[in-house]
T-cell receptor, first 115, second 113 residues
Framework: NAGVTQTPKFRVLKTGQSMTLLCAQD?????MYWYRQDPGMGLRLIHY???????AKGEVPDGYNVSRLKKQNFLLGLESAAPSQTSVYFC??????????????FGPGTRLTVT | DQQVKQNSPSLSVQEGRISILNCDYT??????FLWYKKYPAEGPTFLIS?????DKNEDGRFTVFLNKSAKHLSLHIVPSQPGDSAVYFC????????????FGTGTRLAVRP
């Protein structure tokens, strides 16, 4: 199992450009999440999904869109990148309602710089 | 409004000694807590968790303590090893308001050989 993978690992964008970050998991997990990590801020939830075809807003959703067309993939889109979106982006997933643990499994991250 | 706080940005301990990492929270609705460990250029990895119905959970060298009245939890690592050097995040969840984790800002642990 590859676990949670993220594509690309690094990207530099110019202000106003668009891009899509891809997250894929091979663990048949129901729930998937997108976070951003900034210095001194911890991880903040951008959007999440509780199942194929569903998405919901997290703590910092502005400027981002997401889609979950397939259970194993969760896409994060930036329509018009801004320097404030320079960050490290992490995807995570976890099984559905199991009740025993709520741990999330994280990908390796995507480092995005917007100039 | 930082609902989960890790007030110590860094901690340095000697190999073999105990490491104690602290976390405070303000939301009394949080009912599940987790600790994650993060190495540079990698994603966070789950370490240990605790439900609000417990006050202690152990897993090998790692023990998490929860004091609900003080809204405080701590992670104890005994004995500390150089490989434990990483950033540690605590996270909390309020099950009633959705399946979301709120993370603290992290504590960087350095274990000196």
């Amino acid at each position: 199992n590859a676990g949670v993978t993220q594509t690309p690992k690094f990207r530099v964008l110019k202000t106003g450009q668009s891009m899509t970050l891809l997250c894929a998991q091979d663990m048949n997990h129901e729930y998937m999440y997108w976070y951003r990590q900034d210095p001194g801020m911890g991880l903040r939830l951008i959007h999440y999904s509780v199942g194929e075809g569903t998405t919901a807003k997290g703590e910092v959703p502005d400027g981002y869109n997401v889609s979950r067309l397939k259970k194993q993939n969760f896409l994060l889109g930036l329509e018009s990148a801004a320097p404030s979106q320079t960050s490290v982006y992490f995807c995570a997933s976890r099984p559905g309602l199991a009740g025993v643990t709520y741990e999330q499994y994280f990908g390796p991250g995507t480092r995005l710089t917007v100039t | 409004d930082q609902q989960v706080k890790q007030n110590s940005p860094s901690l340095s301990v000697q190999e073999g000694r105990i490491s104690i990492l602290n976390c405070d929270y303000t939301n009394s609705m949080f009912d599940y807590f987790l600790w994650y460990k993060k190495y540079p250029a990698e994603g966070p990895t789950f370490l240990i968790s605790i439900s609000s119905i417990k006050d202690k959970n152990e897993d090998g060298r790692f023990t998490v303590f929860l004091n609900k009245s003080a809204k405080h939890l701590s992670l104890h690592i005994v004995p500390s090893q150089p490989g434990d050097s990483a950033v540690y995040f605590c996270a909390a969840m309020d099950w009633s308001s959705g399946d979301k984790l709120t993370f603290g800002t992290g504590t960087r642990l350095a274990v000196r050989p």
